[in-house]
């Protein structure tokens, strides 16, 4: 099962709706509704419908349908763009023949410009040199007198040990910056998630600030069962703080929106509008 059908099938079981009932409500067959759950897509009758029937699932079963389509918009089959013939322009004869004719007139029009160049060209030339041996540059006379800056300055000279120095203060010692004992590392990305571990430390620390849109969050604790802690849509401004003992895992359906801290580190979650999912493996000491 995928997990987009086990986020639907979940929904589904907590409105608790048969797929009996779901197929009465949304007017979609029972086997098209189980194949979603199963995410065997090819049992469908085409890609186009594979968005609908999903999106009409999720309004059925109380969930956001367009931010279930932005979430897992990498894994549902695109429908086929519809083939658009290219249009192929008609030239006449007469029209090649005119531009023929202009562009040989540009071409006569440059070369006589660039002939009258030239000629400008050398008789400049001769003309600056015969104007340089007709008159020879000579050189102005060097001036080799250094000049005292004390004669008829009207300030006695100050004698160097008149002259007092302020001494230095001395740069007071650097502060020492409190280290972070906790080691946030990435170790992986696959199937579409990142895992992290969190090392040197007995619990997580999770601040999670909304710095964008509007963005679907839901967060599970991973400890010797999987337990869902919250879900929702979270708006811009707000922010929230978990604690756990256990490994977590998060769902982000607007990743670009988010601001992930995780005991003081900063998690990148990307520049896009995607979905992201991330794992953090908590590694006790």
């Known amino acids: 099962m995928s997990d987009l059908g086990q986020l639907l099938r979940k929904a589904r079981m907590e409105q608790k709706i048969s ?18 759950e ?16 999903i999106k009409s699932y999720a309004e059925a079963v109380g969930l956001d349908p367009n931010e279930v389509l932005n979430m897992y918009q990498n894994v549902i089959p695109a429908a086929e763009p519809d ?13 090649t023949e005119k531009i023929g004719k202009w562009v040989s007139n540009v ?40 000049v005292d800056p004390n004669v008829n300055s009207g300030t006695p000279a100050v004698p160097v040990t008149d ?12 502060v020492p ?18 895992y992290y571990t969190v090392s040197n ?12 849109e509007a963005c679907w969050i839901q967060i599970d604790s991973i ?26 895992f998060m769902i982000f359906g607007r990743s670009n929106a988010v601001e992930l801290n995780v005991n003081g580190t900063i998690i990148a979650l990307g520049d896009t509008p995607n979905a992201k999912r991330v794992q953090i493996d908590l590694q006790k000491i």
């Open 163 to 174: 002259i007092k120095t302020e001494p230095v203060p001395t740069p007071p010692p650097p």
């Open 223 to 248: 400890g010797d069962t999987r337990e869902m802690l919250e879900q929702g849509t979270y708006t811009k401004g707000k922010s929230q703080t978990w604690e756990l003992t256990n490994s977590a």
């Open 38 to 53: 199963e995410g065997n897509y090819k049992v469908l009758p085409g890609n186009f419908y594979v968005r609908a029937f």
């Open 177 to 194: 910056v409190p280290v972070n004992k906790s080691d946030v590392k990435l170790v992986k990305s696959q199937n579409g998630t990142d």
């Open 83 to 95: 083939h658009i013939e290219p249009i192929r322009s008609k030239r006449t004869g007469r029209n």
């Open 201 to 212: 430390t007995d619990k997580l620390t999770i601040l999670m600030n909304i710095t964008g």
């Open 107 to 146: 071409m006569m029009i440059s070369f006589v410009i660039l002939i009258l160049g030239i000629i400008y060209y050398f008789v400049n030339i001769n003309y600056n040199s015969k104007q340089q041996e007709a008159n020879p540059v000579t050189e102005p006379n060097r001036v080799t007198d250094k």
């Open 19 to 36: 797929i009996e009932d779901l197929q009465e409500t949304t007017k979609i067959r029972k086997r098209y509704l189980e194949a979603i």
